[in-house]
């Protein structure tokens, strides 16, 4: 069973920095991981993407969080992380890990999500 297992989050003052971390277990060696990447969910708001990274490492960014947010993964650990600088109490939200896997090399692929980790900014 695969099961994403997420930390990082926390409470920061704004103008701060966090890291999120999220690794995927119980995918057996044969799974295979395509895109990986983080949503965020604030209070009254819709699920937004934030950052996701392909599996040739091409990236993609909000618009909010361009040139404050790196987003990267460890293809050896099955992990993906996003490095959140310069925060703001806008990006206070529950951040979701979502893995695009398969046990097939080349798909299809289904989507895979953590249980959520919040991350709150104080001004």
């Known amino acids: 069973q695969v099961q994403l297992v997420e930390s990082g989050g926390g409470l920061v003052q704004a103008g701060g920095s966090l890291r999120l971390s999220c690794t995927v277990y119980?995918?057996?060696?044969?799974?295979?991981?395509?895109?990986m990447g983080w949503y965020r969910q604030a209070p009254g708001k819709q699920r937004e993407l934030v950052a996701s990274i392909t599996r040739d490492g091409s990236t993609n960014y909000a618009d909010s969080v361009k040139d404050r947010f790196t987003i990267s993964r460890n293809y050896a650990r099955n992990a993906v992380f996003l490095r959140m600088n310069s925060l703001k109490p806008e990006d206070t939200a529950v951040y979701y890990c979502?893995?695009?896997?398969?046990?097939?090399?080349?798909?299809?692929?289904?989507?895979?999500w953590g249980q959520g980790t919040q991350v709150t900014v104080s001004s």
């Open positions: 979502n893995v695009g896997g398969s046990p097939f090399q080349l798909g299809p692929f289904d989507d895979y």
């Open positions: 119980g995918s057996g060696s044969d799974f295979s991981i395509n895109n």
